[in-house]
């Protein structure tokens, strides 16, 4: 389940329970039980019906999750230039996940060694495919769908930055190379 979605099933959770410790707290005291005379007489009184759960506003949260969204926004706008990630790559340790998000066949002609291609239109089936210990590099043409998925990605609960400029950062602006 998306971390996302997973906070939300906990705050729900978290709120159902509440309620319902909150209404075992007061009201009317609880029926003694009745005694074999009194069960006998038919004299059994019915349970009280139980209190449906408040409804969760799931608009609510997604809006509040946005608002903390902007509020955060790095000096980097989220995104990472050619010539950084390249040399982060160079030296053999580097911290990122690279998401190729563009189609496959162009993921074909070349890419950054080591990106995993998942399509753009694919990207919300294939969460569990991402990590959540690692920073992830989201890579497109020209960065501009990568920011948008950086930023679906980042209210999921993941830490995604973009390629400034996308492939066409990578390859043109800077020549870097890519392999098939």
């Known amino acids: 389940m998306p971390g996302f979605l997973r906070r939300i099933a906990a705050w729900t959770l978290l709120l159902v329970l509440a309620v319902s410790a909150l209404a075992g707290c007061g009201g009317q005291p609880a029926a003694k039980p009745e005694t074999g005379t009194q069960a006998a007489a038919g004299e059994a009184q019915a349970a009280p019906a139980p209190q449906p759960a408040p409804e969760v506003d799931k608009g609510k949260i997604l809006t509040e999750a946005v608002v903390q969204y902007f509020r955060t926004i ?31 066949e162009d993921y074909a002609k070349g890419h950054i060694q080591g990106a995993v291609n998942i399509p753009f239109t694919a990207v919300g089936d294939n969460l569990d495919k991402l990590p959540k210990d690692k920073q992830i590099v989201v890579i497109c043409y020209t960065g501009q769908t990568a920011g948008q998925t950086v930023a679906a990605l980042r209210l999921a609960g993941y830490n995604a930055i973009a390629l400034h400029f996308g492939m066409s950062g990578w390859v043109e602006k800077n020549n870097f190379p890519t392999v098939q």
Do not use: V
């Open 74 to 104: 790095p000096p980097t706008n989220h995104q990472i230039k050619p010539p950084d990630l390249k040399a982060s790559l160079d030296s053999g340790s580097s911290p990122y996940f690279l998401l190729d998000i563009r189609k496959p």
